[in-house]
């Protein structure tokens, strides 16, 4: 078998992967709707169209709410180029993205909450106010905890592309503040801005686990909480067939219309970005700038850091003592691990297939194949987990058990979830290479296992790694497909962690959300490392 016929059947394997998970989910939702007509188009009741309503309002409440802070937060920090731990803040703004959503959900109940810090400070000052967090205030907090930093960071990569030039005009004309949001800021902010709320507003939909934490009842339940408790608690096969229906023809209205606004631009992502200005901002001016940089770093550190306060606070010892606990260690490991390399193994097969097909093309528009390889890699982004998992769930409940299914179902959608990351990770990696080798490779008789191990295998190490590293991070802290389909037989530090919230052992989930959010930021800190690394032999190949 040639280079070329191996590549284009790895790639095609990896698209029927895809293809049977995306299928089948849909198989058991249509076959369902069909098998029950009547029973199953009658759950399109006032419910679901105010859990739909809901679902657009929160996502929509917290976009605004995140690019609203955002804004003024990145002018702050754009401003401000030589402010103190600035490459620090912008590395804890990075952190959300890494934090599990239920480790972060105890950290802001653990400051918000009505025994966290605020409820104390409270109670010190006589007050007899008590905070509640819990429905759409507290759903706003912790999707804009975990929006803002990301709003923050794009808006402050679009403001850092912004040609020196300008800001040296800027000055000699003695522009003031507000012209120069209105003349040099606005115009680049706003080229993005609906990609980047987009983005967000796309992130929110698609929440399940802040909401089934903080949403407190039926009033604030989104679409995919409620396929859960259709499907968990209810067993309403019907209602949980339409809810699943409307968060698929949602998610695919959401994304045709976040690909008309376009993506947000990540110039400027690195943390030694440094935008040079000539301006010199009045004393009041950097005051107010330093108290929005201090806001923006307490309302992002002070939840993580509550996590850690409570997580120490817990009896770590006795639960590391706990078999229980250590199953759901490495059980969350094992299919973690699993989940990471299956993720990488899908990715790198479409990578390689595309590269193969359109080095073969050279010219023209991209055929079917090569464009399929394309919707693969962002195939969940079209048809979400909780979809994916409740259309398994709904097909195998005529053959199996569903929750005998629990590795495989858990291991193949956390896959397809990294699988959108860990391509945009590798195909650089192997593209811009693969373009350099392949003529010289093809006139020396270099190929096959010969090719990857002498060429492509040191250039594609640490791209892997770092795409295993995310995957894998990602998986661990998932709660959706465990929460469908886990059992006492199989429990993942997630599914404990929410067990032991169901029952009010506080502490005991306090610890369990140190431990997770440590195996995640563990993770994440190898990957970032492995990056560093390879940026550097880029620019070291480069000079």
Request: glycine share 8%; charged share 15%; aromatic share 8%.
């Amino acid at each position: 078998m040639t280079d070329r016929s191996f590549k284009a059947m790895a790639g095609a394997l990896a698209l029927a992967f895809l293809a049977v998970l995306a299928g089948g989910a849909l198989l058991g939702l249509l076959s369902e709707a069909l098998r029950g007509n009547t029973e199953g188009f009658a759950a399109f009741d006032s419910y679901l169209w105010r859990v739909a309503r809901f679902t657009l309002l929160q996502a929509l409440l917290s976009t605004v709410l995140s690019i609203a802070f955002a804004i003024p937060l990145a002018r702050a920090l754009h401003a401000n180029p030589d402010f103190p731990g600035r490459a620090m803040i912008l590395r804890l703004f990075a952190l959300p993205l890494a934090l599990p959503a239920l480790v972060a959900v105890l950290g802001i109940t653990s400051i918000y909450g009505r025994n966290g810090l605020f409820a104390t400070l409270l109670a010190q000052t006589g007050s007899e106010a008590v905070p509640n967090i819990y429905g759409l205030p507290g759903i706003l907090l912790a999707h804009v905890f975990f929006n803002l930093p990301l709003a923050t960071r794009f808006i402050l990569a679009s403001l850092d592309s912004i040609p020196a030039d300008y800001w040296k005009l800027s000055a000699q004309l003695g522009m003031r503040t507000w012209s120069q949001l209105r003349l040099i800021e606005w115009p680049v902010i706003r080229r993005n801005l609906s990609g980047i709320a987009g983005l967000i507003f796309m992130l929110c939909i698609t929440s399940f686990t802040i909401v089934l934490t903080l949403g407190g009842g039926p009033r604030a339940t989104t679409l995919e909480v409620a396929i859960y408790q259709a499907l968990h608690f209810d067993f309403d096969i019907a209602r949980a067939v339409s809810l699943t229906l409307l968060q698929l023809g949602l998610t695919v209205a959401v994304l045709t219309l976040l690909g008309m606004a376009g993506r947000p631009a990540e110039e400027g992502f690195s943390l030694r970005t440094m935008a040079r200005r000539f301006d010199r901002p009045s004393l009041g001016a950097k005051s107010r700038d330093g108290l929005l940089i201090l806001a923006g770093v307490l309302f992002v550190g002070l939840p993580m850091a509550g996590t850690v306060v409570s997580g120490l606070a817990a009896d770590l010892s006795r639960l590391l003592r706990e078999s229980q606990v250590w199953r759901a260690i490495l059980t969350s490991l094992g299919l973690g691990g699993a989940a990471g390399l299956l993720a990488v193994t899908v990715s790198l097969a479409l990578v390689m297939a595309r590269e193969n097909v359109a080095a073969r093309r050279r010219y023209g528009a991209p055929g079917i194949f090569e464009r399929s390889l394309d919707l693969g890699a962002s195939l969940i982004m079209v048809v979400p987990p909780i979809v994916i998992g409740a259309g398994w769930f709904i097909l195998s409940r005529h053959v199996v058990d569903p929750f005998s299914l629990a590795p495989i179902m858990v291991v193949s959608v956390n896959a397809a979830m990294a699988i959108p990351f860990a391509f945009r990770i590798l195909r650089p990696a192997w593209d811009t290479p693969a373009s350099r080798h392949n003529q010289l490779c093809a006139q020396l008789g270099i190929a096959g296992w010969d090719r990857f191990r002498l060429i492509d295998w040191p250039v594609l190490r640490h791209p892997l790694w770092i795409a295993f590293a995310f995957a894998m991070a990602l998986s661990l802290g998932d709660l959706g497909t465990i929460a469908l389909f886990g059992n006492n037989a199989v429990q993942t530090l997630p599914y404990l962690l929410l067990q032991r919230m169901g029952s009010y052992r506080t502490e005991d989930a306090a610890g369990l959300a140190l431990i997770l959010g440590c195996l995640c930021l563990l993770l994440m800190i190898f990957a970032d490392r492995g990056a560093n690394r390879l940026a550097k032999r880029e620019v070291r190949t480069d000079d």
